[in-house]
């Protein structure tokens, strides 16, 4: 008997232990169309409303129990949030930060290669008088260190450049003109962008040049001549980029270098009302008539024979094109 | 000495392993604890074996596996395979050892969710399955495992008291009785 219930135990675990090995062989060794693979889809086919019968009926206690282990996770999950929400902060400093560095860079390239408008703040004045001289082109103006006009400051009128402020008085200020030998503007042809120092042309107040310009640039009669927001030398003057000084009237090849002649735009016999660029202080502008009063001192001693310190501009303070 | 299986064991069984399935797929399943779902099924297996028998744990393991491979569309066969050896083992535990301590459900359930666990991820991989061995799938089992392990006296409690009603008498126990009361003591024989 014992025996008997034995061998009928031993038999059916056999049996069992068979047949899975047989539906396992078989259903791995099948078709995903094969029988066993049909009759599965075909149980889940009767199963399924069934189930979602039970699903549905039973949502509430898996609600209940995942109420507790949303309440579980919550804990870690805030924490996990939290260390997501620094690193994410400590990003947004930083690409704030590089963001400003990159501004400032680029507040910097223009600076290089040329000051802006915006880099100053501008002083209405109203010239009160000038001077007859030929060799001597100045104008006084009514504003002085009271309203922030400092030497070298460059003064402008709607037209363009009018010249530099070389002396100041707490109410006034002398300006000399672009026409004047103590100013040399660093500048350039606005179509061609070719970089050259622009000179009074001795004895005729209206007329200026531009010298070093290489033999191969291009220039024609016609173009304008704007500033380049660079200077060459100690006492030239900080114009801003893009400020027009004249048009080119005359082109003469003169080897290696072209001579060419510019008609200022201001009316430089006729001024009433100039505005003086003073710069803040802490500014770029001011920032960088620091560093340009360290540069040598430019090397004209008569007039009509000014040179510029070197034409590659050896104290150039980081030209836009080189050359001068 | 085991139970031998009945009409109305057998309906308590098959019932037992619908319920457990259905439960499992609709609930359990979904409640992820430390990343790890408890599972129901082996346990019920082994408890059916545990009160049952060996012969009733193999086919009730044998039937519950094959319901689980059914609706999960799971591979045909394996967990049916794994569930027969577990029932079978625990049946046979009963029948040898009669292991009436408390803290038996809790060894055989946690017994029984080591041995479904690994036996399934090496028949896996003895398959070809591309589930490369790795610390997560430990971490899986071993927490699996415990888990199994804390609902365990809960799970046994259920099934005992749905089977208890339908299975006969235990000799045994009466013989138990019958010596703390007199009658089949051997001092009384002799």
């Not at chain 1, 539906?23 to 979602?52: K, M």
């Not at chain 1, 007329?207 to 291009?218: C, G």
């Not at chain 2, 012969?55 to 569930?83: E, K, P, R």
Request: charged fraction near 15%; glycine fraction near 10%; include cysteine.
């Amino acid at each position: 008997m014992h025996d008997k219930t034995v061998r009928r135990r031993r038999a059916v675990l056999v049996a069992l232990v068979a047949l899975s090995l047989i539906l396992l062989t078989a259903y791995f060794g099948e078709s995903p169309n094969g029988r066993l693979h049909d009759v599965q889809r075909g149980f889940l086919t009767v199963v399924s409303p069934i189930q979602e019968g039970a699903n549905a009926a039973l949502k509430p206690v898996r609600n209940l129990f995942g109420w507790f282990g949303n309440a579980i996770h919550a804990k870690h999950q805030l924490a996990e949030v939290r260390r997501q929400n620094a690193r994410l902060r400590a990003q947004l400093l930083q690409h704030t930060n590089d963001e400003l560095a990159y501004k400032q860079l680029l507040r910097l390239q223009h600076l290089d290669g040329g000051l802006h408008l915006a880099d100053y703040r501008p002083v209405n004045a109203e010239v009160f008088s000038q001077s007859a001289n030929l060799w001597y082109q100045t104008v006084n103006i009514n504003q002085g260190s009271s309203a922030g006009v400092q030497v070298d400051d460059p003064v402008i009128d709607d037209e363009g450049v009018v010249g530099k402020v070389t002396a100041v008085a707490s109410d006034g200020a002398q300006v000399s003109l672009i026409t004047d030998s103590a100013v040399a503007v660093a500048a350039m042809i606005n179509e061609t962008r070719a970089p050259g120092m622009v000179y009074p042309k001795v004895g005729d107040p209206n007329t200026l040049v531009i010298k070093y310009l290489p033999a191969n640039t291009s220039v024609v009669v016609g173009n304008y001549v704007v500033t380049s927001g660079t200077i060459s030398a100690k006492g030239a003057s900080l114009f801003p980029r893009g400020i027009p000084i004249g048009q080119v009237s005359y082109v003469g090849e003169e080897a290696p270098y072209k001579s060419v002649e510019i008609h200022p735009l201001a009316n430089l016999r006729g001024l009433e009302t100039v505005q003086v660029l003073t710069a803040v202080e802490g500014s770029a502008p001011a920032r960088l008539a620091k560093v340009a009063a360290e540069l040598p001192t430019q090397q004209s001693s008569e007039p009509g024979s000014t040179e510029a310190g070197s034409a590659g501009g050896g104290g150039q303070l980081a030209s836009a094109g080189g050359g001068g | 000495m085991g139970a031998q299986p009945s009409g109305a064991v057998a309906a308590r069984v098959a019932a037992l392993a619908v319920v457990a399935v259905f439960l499992q797929t609709g609930v359990v399943s979904e409640v992820p604890i430390f990343g790890v779902a408890i599972d129901l099924t082996p346990l019920v297996v082994a408890f059916v074996g545990l009160e049952c028998g060996s012969l009733a744990g193999a086919v009730a393991g044998f039937a519950i596996g094959l319901l689980v491979d059914l609706t999960l569309v799971q591979t045909l066969g394996l967990t049916s395979l794994i569930f027969t050896l577990i029932g079978y083992g625990a049946g046979r535990l009963r029948e040898l050892r009669d292991p009436r301590a408390a803290l038996t459900p809790l060894l055989v359930g946690g017994a029984a969710a080591a041995l479904s666990m690994v036996g399934y991820s090496v028949m896996e991989i003895a398959l070809g399955v591309d589930a490369p061995v790795s610390f997560e799938l430990l971490r899986q089992i071993v927490v699996g495992v415990v888990l199994d392990t804390i609902v365990a006296l809960p799970v046994w409690a259920l099934v005992h008291r749905w089977l208890r009603p339908s299975l006969p008498e235990d000799p045994r126990r009466r013989r138990r009785r019958a010596y703390t009361t007199g009658g089949l003591s051997p001092l009384s024989k002799a």
